[in-house]
């Protein structure tokens, strides 16, 4: 069984540096950590308090809220999608 090729890259998430090493392109893995950036950044004007640990959890916990919305969504979708077809 052929190994995927693996990337190495560092980003900047939250003033912070990590490397990050995945199969997906590098473009993709920047994508993700600006995403979470980004999600930190917004989360942070609302609970300027938090520190770095607790504002880490807090996006975690809205980005698998997200996640699990969206999934609904595609459920629905797809039961929709079968009951046209049927």
């Not at 994508?31 to 004007?45: C, Q, T």
């Not at 959890?57 to 609904?72: F, G, Y």
């Not at 979708?77 to 046209?84: I, N, S, V, Y």
Request: charged share 30%; proline share 1%.
């Amino acid at each position: 069984m052929a190994e995927q090729q693996k990337n190495k890259i560092s980003v900047d998430i939250y003033g912070q540096t990590y490397k990050i090493i995945g199969t997906e392109s590098t473009g993709h893995m920047r994508l993700v950590a600006s995403i979470v950036d980004d999600k930190m950044r917004e989360i942070s004007v609302h609970n300027p308090t938090l520190d770095n640990a607790k504002l880490a959890v807090l996006t975690a916990v809205n980005t698998v809220h997200e996640l699990l919305q969206l999934k609904e969504q595609i459920e629905s979708l797809e039961e929709q999608l079968k009951k046209l077809k049927d």
